[in-house]
């Protein structure tokens, strides 16, 4: 990541105060930052900021003050252009929407725009009647139609007092949807993943559940290393406390039959299906309608198996031969390799992805994992602790591998 450079364009809206969060929140991810200001912009906030937070000069003109500056800037946005990665406009205003999309070029922001030819990230932020005219969203439509990334502004409340779509996304978002633009990989173009995430929660009564202690970190990683290596990513999502991936569908369900159903009606769809989740064993048939009361006596429950997504899985790849890659997680806490072996013919899988939950600080609710990969040809891969969105590139990594081994037979 070090040495990624991005031109920081800052319009003139109220939002523009927090392009300075913006640049920091680049700085931490390892991206440089040149600030460009329009003139509107400097009457909301003073280049003295940008200054100060990127350490480099800020932008403020076209042209100098004196025959020699003029000579040097006559240039400037042709080399500005080509020494910097990516172009992020924030806030977008309406007025810098319509002359991007038009190609007028009366400022220094609008000639590096027409100048700049690698990634353009426009974060619109304006009152919500001037971003749903007509005109604007046409402007949008333009640029998304040229390869701009123009991101939705978010719906709140706006200075004007309104509410509304309009409001600058927050800058850790435009930094992240950044540094996913600069960082992603193309080895997964043209894969469509599917991966499931978190526990099930399976209802005793109406206000209680069995469940168990999956966060979901783990699936939630894959889903976003995969959308960053260029597959079109579905995550069929248990109830978590998670931000979802950016470029990632997101499938919310609760059930265990919630989730099979979801899986099972996407599944022509995918090439590649990663079951991470931590589905319930049991569920209760029959829930009652109202609270169970609590009382001295012993309560029994009886309870049912739930559906074993993974082999309904495995059993439909085989059958459909369209050439899927199945790939299956095995939770224990003795014999790994050994349940992972069964599982991985008992389920018809690919890989199965084995990890022990006894160890300490790592599985369930932690940000770290420990895995052990066993496929389908014999291997057995031993993965290191690492962070689960390495675990997660290392996890690809291979399926990349087995599913080129699955195109070289078919």
Not at 112 to 137: C, E, G, I, K
Not at 326 to 347: D, P
Not at 362 to 387: C, H, K, M, Y
Request: proline share 5%; glycine share 6%; charged share 25%.
């Amino acid at each position: 990541m070090a040495g990624w450079r991005a031109v920081v364009g800052v319009g003139g809206g109220i939002a523009a105060y927090k392009a300075a969060e913006l640049v920091r929140a680049l700085s931490q991810r390892g991206i440089q930052s040149t600030v460009v200001m329009t003139a509107a912009a400097q009457e909301f906030i003073r280049p003295l900021t940008f200054a100060a937070l990127s350490g480099r000069k800020v932008i403020t003109t076209l042209f100098g003050s004196t025959p020699d500056e003029v000579l040097a800037s006559s240039v400037e946005h042709i080399a500005v252009a080509r020494e910097h990665d990516i172009l992020i406009v924030a806030p977008a205003t309406a007025d810098l929407l319509g002359k991007f999309a038009n190609g007028l070029a009366d400022d220094f922001l609008s000639t590096l725009y027409l100048a700049f030819d690698r990634q353009v990230l426009l974060a619109p932020s304006m009152n919500t009647a001037m971003w749903l005219h007509p005109a604007t969203q046409a402007n949008a439509a333009a640029l998304r139609a040229r390869g701009n990334v123009v991101m939705e502004p978010e719906a709140g409340e706006l200075a004007c007092g309104e509410t509304g779509p309009g409001r600058l996304p927050e800058p850790g978002r435009i930094a992240e949807e950044a540094h996913y633009l600069l960082a992603r990989r193309h080895d997964l173009d043209g894969e469509t993943v599917l991966v499931t995430a978190g526990p099930t929660r399976e209802p005793i009564d109406p206000v209680r559940f069995l469940s168990n202690r999956s966060s979901g970190k783990m699936g939630y990683a894959l889903a976003e290393a995969a959308a960053w290596r260029g597959a079109r990513v579905i995550l069929v999502s248990g109830p978590v406390e998670l931000e979802p991936p950016l470029h990632v569908e997101l499938v919310r369900v609760e059930t265990a039959r919630e989730m099979r159903d979801a899986v099972l009606s996407r599944l022509p769809e995918c090439s590649i299906v990663i079951k991470s989740a931590a589905v319930a064993d049991y569920h209760v048939a029959n829930v009652p309608t109202q609270k169970l009361k609590k009382t001295a006596t012993r309560l029994s429950l009886e309870l049912d198996p739930t559906p074993d997504i993974l082999a309904e899985c495995g059993a439909e790849i085989e059958r459909a031969q369209r050439g899927q890659l199945l790939i299956g997680f095995a939770a224990e806490t003795e014999n790994v390799v050994a349940e992972a072996r069964r599982k991985l013919k008992a389920k018809r899988c690919h890989m199965v992805v084995a990890n022990n939950v006894a160890a300490e600080g790592l599985g369930f609710e932690s940000d770290e994992n420990e895995v052990t990969l066993v496929t389908q040809a014999g291997d057995v891969i031993e993965v290191p602790r690492a962070s689960k969105r390495e675990i997660a590139d290392r996890i690809l990594d291979e399926a990349l591998r087995l599913r080129l081994a699955l195109y070289s037979r078919s």
